[in-house]
């Protein structure tokens, strides 16, 4: 009879201790989703209103909660902002189109933390202007502390400039002059995949064509010729390997890649317009492989819709704005698609909406479910022309600047890929730990690396976190070995 109600205790307290094992991973998966899923939090400019109608920055919370506007801009300090806004450390930074001390727009910083705006530089003529403010410019960071960009006007004559503005000394340089004898009007941004110091980027007028720029050596190189007005380059390039992939043609639009090594470009996908959409204008963004994009006009509603390509050009229409009631007050032109860190991709439209003046929407890349988040009422913003930027929104960690990754595949079977959306400038350290906290296996990460192969064959059927850690911090994502 003891001996019963020994095995019967012990039978108890091994049940107990299973349940308490479930509790602990149970609760585990609840923490980490719920960071993973955290609600982002978003910044954007619009173009015009606000109470001077010269544009606004606006903040918003990825679920849509907690919309306001954090600056209004006006004619002394610059307005009529363009593009999207850079994150840089704790700061963002932007261009305006108009206004500043010569009426040719500014180059500004804005603390997110504070609403401080604080103009850098005054734009001149030849310095570069942004008169032709709807070409989706923005900023770009490189690691010797300098932001670049590319004027679509101004200059030596008047085609635009390359410049760079050194933030802590206040220093502007014209780096190279577009003219006439080659090719002018620079859109979209200018991009370093390799971070070696030779910028690429694309003209749209007098002889489009894909360019670089030599930081280095002062040398501007042409690196294909667009020949043709459908071949025009109208958007800004991203990286994923050894390639550069963007958008381009105004009648007739493609998809296009370039390959760094062997200096040749390649029509992935032509769009049919009156189904697959026209004018894609915006910056493509990577999801688990897929490069997801929006083109502004066209389609079967001529209001643009949502589309994701695969690095071989197979082609999927996932989203028409509609145009008829109960949803027609969706959105129409839609602009730059960004991810967020909760696996959403966010963005806004310049038109459309209950009052005409733009959204601000969300779309799931699994489902492809489309939510409208904001309608733009003029006195908070309208006619936005650009995307969103993330910032931080981990209480007590501190992110890695500028920084999201993706994973796959996800659930991983075996072998798995690890994507940079964007280089990394540090030493960085992968870490893979499992739901106890184990660390399981270490990883250096190289400078400049957008893309690493990992094996997880030797990991278990489970849930395993993979975290990126550096000098500036870390980020932590989930996933699943099968």
Do not use: W
């Not at 806004?348 to 009422?377: C, E, S, W």
Request: negative net charge; hydrophobic residues 35%.
């Amino acid at each position: 009879m003891e001996f019963l109600d020994v095995e019967s205790s012990l039978s108890c307290r091994m049940n107990l201790i299973k349940v308490c094992a479930l509790c602990l991973f149970l609760s585990i998966l609840i923490r980490a989703g719920t960071s993973f899923a955290q609600t982002p939090i978003l910044f954007g400019l619009t173009s015009e209103g606000g109470i001077n109608n010269q544009g606004t920055i606006i903040k918003i919370n990825g679920d849509g909660s907690a919309f306001s506007v954090v600056h209004l801009f006006e004619q002394t300090t610059g307005f009529h902002p363009v593009g999207s806004v850079v994150k840089i450390n704790s700061m963002l930074y932007g261009i305006t189109a108009h206004g500043g001390l010569n009426n040719a727009g500014t180059l500004f910083s804005f603390d997110p933390q504070t609403n401080l705006y604080t103009v850098l530089y005054d734009f001149n003529g030849p310095t570069g202007t942004f008169a032709l403010f709807d070409n989706f410019p923005s900023l770009l960071s490189r690691i010797d502390g300098k932001l670049y960009g590319a004027a679509p006007n101004g200059g030596d004559y008047n085609l635009g400039v390359i410049f760079s503005f050194e933030v802590t000394s206040g220093i502007y340089t014209v780096l190279y002059s577009f003219n006439p004898f080659y090719s002018g009007s620079p859109y979209g941004s200018v991009i370093d995949p390799n971070d070696s110091g030779k910028l690429f980027g694309l003209v749209y007028s007098n002889l489009p064509q894909l360019y670089s720029y030599d930081i280095n050596s002062s040398t501007y190189g042409t690196e294909y010729d667009m020949p043709g007005i459908c071949e025009t380059g109208i958007g800004s390039m991203m990286k994923l390997g050894n390639k550069l992939y963007g958008v381009g043609g105004q009648i007739c639009p493609f998809i296009f890649s370039y390959d760094l090594d062997v200096d040749t470009l390649v029509h992935l996908y032509e769009f049919s317009v009156a189904t697959d959409g026209g004018t894609p204008t915006g910056r493509l963004t990577l999801f688990d492989s897929q490069l997801f994009g929006t083109a502004d006009g066209n389609g079967v509603t001529s209001r643009g819709v949502i589309f994701k390509t695969d690095t071989l050009g197979n082609f999927s229409k996932l989203f028409d704005f509609p145009m008829y009631l109960p949803d027609s007050t969706s959105g129409e032109k839609p602009l730059d698609l960004m991810l967020a860190a909760n696996g959403q991709l966010y963005g806004m439209t310049h038109r459309g909406g209950l009052n005409d003046y733009g959204v601000i929407y969300t779309f799931d890349p699994i489902t492809n479910q489309y939510q409208k988040l904001h309608d733009f009422a003029g006195v908070d913003g309208m006619s936005p022309i650009g995307g969103l930027t993330e910032i931080d929104s981990t209480v007590g960690v501190k992110e890695i600047n500028h920084i999201n990754f993706s994973i796959y595949p996800n659930p991983v079977i075996s072998q798995f890929s690890l994507i940079m959306f964007s280089p990394l400038y540090e030493q960085s350290l992968i870490v893979i730990r499992d739901i106890f906290g184990r660390e399981l296996k270490k990883i250096q990460l190289a400078r400049q690396a957008t893309h690493m192969m990992i094996d997880g064959s030797e990991f278990s059927a489970g849930v395993y976190f993979l975290t990126l850690e550096n000098i500036n911090g870390t980020l932590t994502y989930r996933f699943v070995k099968q």
